[in-house]
């Protein structure tokens, strides 16, 4: 795999494994929200985004968070350019379940900031956000809300006829920024009866250049230089899958591995060498008579591990195996009502051996019961979701460190949640939802005790932590009429017992021991977006406007809760006309000076962008060429929601203007 980026000339990360040009023979993802859709319905109740086509290609960048970063209410933990988790609303960490096909993602990317997510922008095809009701089908923790990456390694749908055929798309891409070289190739063949599927990808880049010169300790670097010390990675994998179709489904498997050696930006010498294998079965039966229309069923099984090195020595290694069994059945209407029920079991391991085990082996089993239900009525509709919980966290020691030892808690959580959509007049619809979840702690949450070097502090658990229960109220606007559209979001969600890291005062192993503790908390906000079409006819010209805002306090003693993204807005310009089409954006973040007492303030920033695409047709493939330009005033820039602005000040800035070109061919 490392010598994919050659053979295919390498370009562009951002060209992902985007579906934007295919021969008319080839299957296409549906644009329609799947993973909190599975009713099939058009609207959802509550706030929901997709990117995919050209809308991915030109988001894309090298991780996931940064990808959907900007978009409105989502921000990034944005930890130098090479491990970042999407932020929703203010929340972050396990508050976010992150989902492959609508399976958990099984990764250390939640237990700390350096962690990358196994989930690559060059290797999706679609990128779907879902918060409300619809969430509880995939895990009570998604307070925050869903973000499900989507390929076609297990097709779903035969993609061709009797006859058989063979589809593909290659992506290439360089970049300046960052002296990225990436590619993809994907290959899909088969006939009415089965489907085969084949993937590779490879990204390499070198430090990131940014508009301030700083200094570098890492062997072999510049002392000083206009780049992120230590920001350089190499990523690849691939994946072979396929799936054999009857007359009422499908039943498919894969295979999928993701390496990726990155640099941890906190710290010159410390790099990571990352590794991950995912084995995946699924099917479906439909068109079933009786009780059900359809079953589905999910078995996938994840094996990660992780290393850290300083220098040459290894330092410590992360382990982390996951199984997860997924059953969920459609079933047949009973007059308007229409709906889902299904059950849930998965089970996981967790290891850190080394100087930075901070939390100890541990085991977490969870079993779970849920259901979606819709009300289709003459105004609108209604719908709910209700989830039941059995969970099991054990910390079983650590062989080399007497500071852990054997304990476990269980908890039952419940969480369930109401919505309505009226439509009001034509064109316009409004939305609401009213949701109670319960989380229970995580095993770090109960029972880390250690350094954490990455964070510079020391980290204690607290086995006593009860369940983290909030309540979330929503209330949404949305109209249409033709290319022009707005939406505005108002919601709050108040924390009875938010499970916040906080400092203790005291000094341990040199360092500041941050501990979880129960607080109460609200996070209040507001979102909005639209498109006002400005010209139509050969050439069109629209103007996409978005904004959002959050405040996150601790009521308990009116302080405002770290890394919240400041107030937002943004604009981008799109003009078309015929195969050309281009954007030139804007995104201003104010300064975020609503901060923890003690910690430190970012300054505002504005980020101009641009890009240009060009599409072409030769004989049976479809070619897109792309140029992007971020950061075109070569802005110095800090992310307010990133912890690295507090632990490592100055280090870690956002990265600096950078151009970006590439291919994209379907065939």
Avoid at 425 to 433: E, I, M, N, R
Avoid at 585 to 609: E, K, R
Wanted: proline letters at 5%; glycine letters at 12%.
């Amino acid at each position: 795999m490392k010598n994919l980026s050659l053979s295919l000339v390498s370009l562009g990360a951002m060209a992902a494994a985007t579906t934007f040009a295919q021969t008319p023979s080839a299957a296409t993802l549906a644009p329609v929200t799947v993973t909190g859709n599975p009713l099939g319905t058009a609207d959802l109740v509550a706030p929901a985004a997709q990117i995919f086509g050209s809308e991915l290609l030109f988001r894309s960048k090298t991780t996931l968070g940064e990808t959907l970063d900007g978009m409105p209410g989502i921000s990034s933990s944005y930890f130098g350019p090479n491990a970042s988790r999407p932020i929703i609303r203010g929340l972050d960490g396990d508050r976010i379940r992150i989902l492959n096909n609508g399976a958990a993602v099984v990764d250390a990317s939640s237990l700390s900031y350096d962690h990358a997510v196994t989930a690559d922008p060059l290797s999706i095809e679609r990128i779907e956000v879902l918060r409300g009701p619809a969430a509880l089908q995939y895990g009570g923790s998604a307070v925050g809300g869903v973000v499900n990456v989507i390929d076609n390694r297990i097709p779903r749908q035969a993609l061709f006829d009797a006859q058989g055929g063979v589809t593909g798309k290659a992506d290439l891409g360089l970049a300046s920024g960052n002296a990225e070289q990436s590619g993809g190739l994907l290959l899909e063949g088969g006939n009415d009866r089965y489907a085969l599927h084949a993937d590779v990808f490879n990204r390499t880049t070198g430090d990131v250049a940014v508009p301030v010169a700083l200094s570098c300790a890492k062997p072999g670097a510049p002392v000083l230089a206009h780049k992120i010390c230590n920001s350089a990675s190499d990523t690849r994998g691939g994946a072979v899958g396929g799936s054999m179709f009857f007359s009422q489904g499908y039943v498919g498997a894969s295979v999928s591995g993701f390496r990726s050696d990155y640099g941890t930006v906190a710290e010159d010498a410390v790099t990571i060498g990352m590794k991950s294998d995912r084995y995946a079965l699924e099917g479906e039966w439909r068109g079933l008579s009786g009780l059900f229309q359809s079953v589905k069923g999910q078995l996938g099984h994840s094996v990660y591990e992780h290393t850290e090195y300083d220098g040459a020595s290894v330092g410590t290694v992360f382990k982390s195996s996951g199984t997860e069994l997924r059953l969920q059945a459609r079933h047949a209407p009973l007059g308007a009502l229409d709906g889902v029920m299904g059950l849930q079991a998965d089970t996981s391991r967790f290891s850190a051996d080394g100087e930075e085990a901070f939390a100890p082996y541990s085991q977490t089993r969870q079993a779970a019961l849920f259901a979606y239900e819709e009300l289709a009525t003459g105004w609108g509709r209604l719908n709910a979701g209700v989830r039941m919980e059995s969970v099991k966290v054990a910390s079983l020691g650590n062989p080399l460190l007497a500071r852990f030892v054997p304990a476990s808690r269980s908890f039952t959580p419940v969480s369930y949640a109401l919505g309505a959509t009226w439509q009001v007049a034509p064109g316009w619809q409004l939305t609401s939802s009213l949701a109670y979840t319960q989380r229970a702690p995580k095993d770090y949450e109960l029972f880390a005790d250690g350094p954490h070097l990455a964070t510079h502090t020391y980290e204690t658990g607290n086995a006593g932590l009860a369940l983290e229960q909030s309540t979330n109220l929503d209330l949404g606007l949305n109209w249409k009429r033709g290319a022009h559209r707005l939406r505005v979001d108002v919601f709050v969600n108040h924390f009875n017992n938010y499970i916040a890291q906080e400092a203790t005062g005291a000094v341990r192993d040199t360092l500041p021991e941050y501990g979880y503790a129960p607080v109460q908390a609200r996070f209040t906000g507001l979102e909005a977006s639209g498109n006002a079409r400005l010209l139509d006819g050969a050439h069109t010209v629209d103007l996409e406007l978005r904004g959002d805002l959050v405040r996150a306090v601790n009521t308990g003693t009116g302080q405002p809760l770290p890394r919240i993204a400041p107030v937002r807005l943004g604009a981008t310009l799109l003009w078309a006309q015929g195969p050309w089409s281009a954007r030139l954006g804007a995104s201003h973040a104010a300064a975020q000076t609503d901060v923890p007492s003690g910690q430190l303030s970012t300054g505002a920033y504005t980020l101009w962008n641009a890009s240009l695409g060009y599409r072409m047709q030769a004989g049976a493939a479809s070619l897109l060429w792309f140029a992007r330009l971020d950061n075109l005033g070569d802005v110095q820039a800090y992310s307010a929601s990133s912890i690295l602005t507090q632990t490592a000040p100055g280090r870690a800035p956002l990265p600096g203007r950078s151009l970006k070109v590439g291919l994209q061919l379907g065939f």
